[in-house]
């Protein structure tokens, strides 16, 4: 197995004082781990949108991607602040965008924790006008939790 690390971009910021230093916890990093049969996964490790991603694809070809396109509505409860948190991550429109940069084959859309998420349709919503299109964008693939994607040669 190898796995690359490089960068992602997250526009939150979250920081944390320890004996007079702000430390930076925001670090996001993403990932392609090359699984064998010419499978390559790609982790967007908590990233906007940015065009480092199509110098990505062009470095490390991945095949299969998880795109976090969500925010898990059950889990904001626990971050109460003014407003409506709209994401850190990916937009679903973004996250078309990022599939087509990235020349993904399989889309594995994710960042959340109930498959009947509004921002998940968007993205299904989005996919499904890209492919009617003739556009090139890879099959999103839905998973619940606890489901198996079984990756073949």
């Given at each position: 197995m190898r796995?690359?690390?490089?960068?992602?971009?997250?526009?939150?910021?979250?920081?944390a004082?320890?004996?007079?230093?702000?430390?930076?916890?925001?670090?996001?990093?993403?990932?392609?781990?090359?699984?064998?049969d010419g499978h390559r996964f790609y982790h967007y490790g908590d990233t906007a949108l940015f065009?480092?991603?199509?110098?990505?694809?062009?470095?490390?070809?991945p095949t299969?991607?998880?795109?976090?396109?969500?925010?898990?509505?059950?889990?904001?409860?626990?971050?109460?602040?003014?407003?409506?948190?709209?994401?850190?991550?990916l937009s679903p429109r973004e996250g078309i965008l990022a599939a087509q940069w990235l020349g993904l084959k399989t889309i594995l859309p994710c960042h959340y924790t109930n498959p009947d998420n509004p921002d998940l349709h968007e993205f299904q919503r989005r996919?499904?006008?890209?492919?009617?299109?003739?556009?090139?964008i890879g099959e999103s693939v839905v998973l619940k939790p606890g489901d198996w994607l079984e990756l073949t040669a």
């Open positions: 796995l690359y690390t490089f960068e992602a971009r997250n526009r939150r910021r979250i920081g004082e320890l004996g007079g230093l702000l430390i930076d916890l925001n670090a996001a990093h993403a990932a392609i781990d090359h699984l064998g065009s480092d991603m199509k110098l990505q694809a062009e470095l490390y070809q299969i991607g998880a795109l976090g396109i969500a925010n898990p509505l059950e889990i904001l409860h626990r971050f109460p602040m003014p407003g409506a948190m709209l994401t850190g991550e996919h499904a006008e890209a492919k009617r299109r003739g556009d090139k």
